[in-house]
């Protein structure tokens, strides 16, 4: 239900929104990226989780945030300028954006207790795999209802319904969150004190990993907010397009991300990380191949990014939950996403001027390149600098490169075996030739 809610208001629904509303590439940019922008309430959001109690906090603020968009069902509506339309639309998401993220530091804080760490990677993993298959299947639906809203006027009935629908499913999940117990529930309220912010900015074990996030955040939000309006603007993909590509990366990170929880509790999430930073550097360059008559290299891009995100997502969430004492968890979560999200925000308000800057269209070598792209080639190469950063993290107990490496090809040689024991008997010697061949 939460990732119907997602389908039905987030990033790609914005993106329907400031189309609808003829805003600009910045206030688009800046629409879809109020999630970050947010993580400047995270330090507020540690001391709402101290002070309610992880689930308590969890369930009030995440259902007001998902009901705070109902507002948006009227808004095609309004006797309005496009202009006023879209101050209301940023204000209404901002809105919502802050209340998610006050409800979310206390959802990580709860899941952190309620998911014992020696299988918590495994559990996130398959978490994952199904949470993408709902979203998948709800942003599938969703594409093809904006699709068949071809008038202007049509687009905007379908945005206001799909509000309703999203604020319908949010108080279905608020329902469910009830449901669900505390296994530690706060006994005691903490003190407002200015040292239990610094901590984490003091800590010398945390360094490392406040660096890799401030770089890698920064160069991935130059570009992060404009793939959907690079697909829908310059690739005339339309929004069913769009969901049939999200579903084909929702498939590819349900295969995966049993696969990467496994690795990370056996081997820890640094070195998932470190891999996945490295191969998503290429993900940006991809982006320079699909034209609107060859849209074919998207293929490609769902095989790289779904199976690289999916794992890189999982480490990111699991090594902050590593890391963080237990005592001052809220906290530590807090200085985390908070340097994220600044870092994400303000490179995705100089991404959209940097767009705005640039001519529409540009020729190089005889193939017309738009600002967008631009944009693109300048955050792949600014990941490969963030990516660096990360061999500074420091996860106790956590293995190398080396040794994911070897667990990979390790665990790719089982499968094979596998394979080739139930091939049938052509195909398998087929298999054993080849294998001599490689071996070769």
Sequence with gaps: MAELFSACAGGAILTAWALYLNASTLVTGVLVALSQLAQLFQFPAAWTTSWLGHR????????????ALLPLALLPFLPLSDAARQSALLIVAGCSAVLGVLGNNAWSSWMSELVPKRVRGRYFGRRTALCTLANALAAAGVGVLLDH????????????ALQLLACGAGAVTTLLMLRQH????????????LERILAPL???EMRGFLWYLAGWNAAVGLAGSFFSLHMLRNLHMGFTLIALHGT???A???????????????LGARPVLLACSF??????????????????PLALDVLLAGSLWCGHSLATFNLPLALAPRAQRPFYLA???????VSYSAATLAGGLLAEALPDESVLFGRTIYDLQLVFVLSGLLRVAATCLGFAIREPAARDLVALWGEIATRSTALRRELLARAPLGARRELDDRARDEAA
């Design 56 to 67: 308590r906090a969890c369930v009030v603020l995440v259902a007001a945030s998902r009901q």
């Design 149 to 160: 809203a071809q008038s202007h006027e049509a687009r905007g009935y379908v945005l206001a």
């Design 182 to 193: 505390d296994p530690r529930p706060e006994r005691s309220r903490p003190d407002f004190a």
């Design 202 to 204: 003091r800590d010398p």
């Design 248 to 250: 084909a990366l929702a």
């Design 252 to 266: 590819v990170r349900m295969l995966v991300a049993p696969g990467w929880g496994k690795l990370i509790d056996r």
């Design 279 to 296: 191969g998503i550097c290429a993900v940006p360059f991809m982006w320079l191949f699909p034209t609107r008559d060859a849209l074919w």
């Design 335 to 341: 200085a985390f996403s908070t340097i994220s999200g």
